[in-house]
């Protein structure tokens, strides 16, 4: 059974719309929930979400984190063609595991 | 700081050869890991490296293996390649294992005929 469970899987939107992408995640040791935006090849950093520190914000974008409801949601406004990715969330536990993702959500952006 | 670094970008191997991937972490950051992405499956974790001993590893069989150098540089061995092996894969370092936020190279496509 996947961990880190991402929706939807897909979404097709046009431009001037705000998006919400969900990710859950499990409670055991969890640490950390990362954000990741993939266009091409690598996926590059998004946020960082925990306990301490459960809402982000940077420009268009936002996340926060339900440490109750075990869920995180990466919120985008008045989306652009160059928000077309896929945006990946992952898990980080503590007790030496490695980070655990989502399977993303593949998001386009239409004109 | 130049990013996280992988050679080659493309790879095109048969059945049953074996393959080396390399990756240099951004400077000053010790910490490793290796992913498989396929469609399917997404990001598949392989292993982790730290100051040159492997942390942990996923589930995959024996032909893939991995080393980290004293220079924080590691490479990944994938040998007697089948079909299935072809993916996209990527490296990632953080500075230590305990900080999870990790920086991701351009991958290494690899596809196998």
């Known amino acids: 059974e996947d961990k880190v469970v991402q929706s939807p899987l897909s979404l097709v939107v046009h431009e001037g719309d705000t998006v919400t992408l969900n990710c859950s995640y499990e409670v055991t040791n969890f640490r950390s929930l990362l954000w990741y935006k993939q266009e091409k090849k690598a996926p590059t950093f998004l946020f960082m979400l925990t306990s301490s520190g459960i809402e982000k914000k940077s420009g268009r974008l936002s996340s926060i984190l339900d440490k109750k409801e075990l869920f995180s949601i990466l919120n985008i406004t008045a989306t652009q063609t160059g928000d077309s990715a896929v945006y990946l969330c992952?898990?980080?536990?503590?007790?030496?595991?490695?980070?655990?993702f989502g399977k993303g959500t593949r998001l386009s952006v239409i004109a | 700081k130049a990013g996280v670094t992988q050679t080659p970008r493309y790879l095109i191997k048969t059945r049953g050869q074996q393959v080396t991937l390399s990756c240099s972490p951004i400077s000053g950051h010790r910490s490793v890991s290796w992913y498989q992405q396929t469609p399917g499956q997404g990001l598949q974790f392989l292993f982790e490296y730290f100051s040159e001993t492997q942390r942990n590893k996923g589930n995959f069989p024996g032909r893939f293996s991995g080393r980290q150098f004293s220079n924080s540089r590691s490479e990944m061995n994938v040998s007697t390649l089948e079909l299935g092996d072809s993916a996209l894969y990527l490296c990632a370092s953080s500075s230590i294992p305990e900080l999870d936020t990790q920086y991701f190279g351009p991958g290494t496509r690899l596809t196998v005929l």
């Open positions: 992952a898990e980080g536990n503590s007790g030496n595991t490695p980070l655990v």
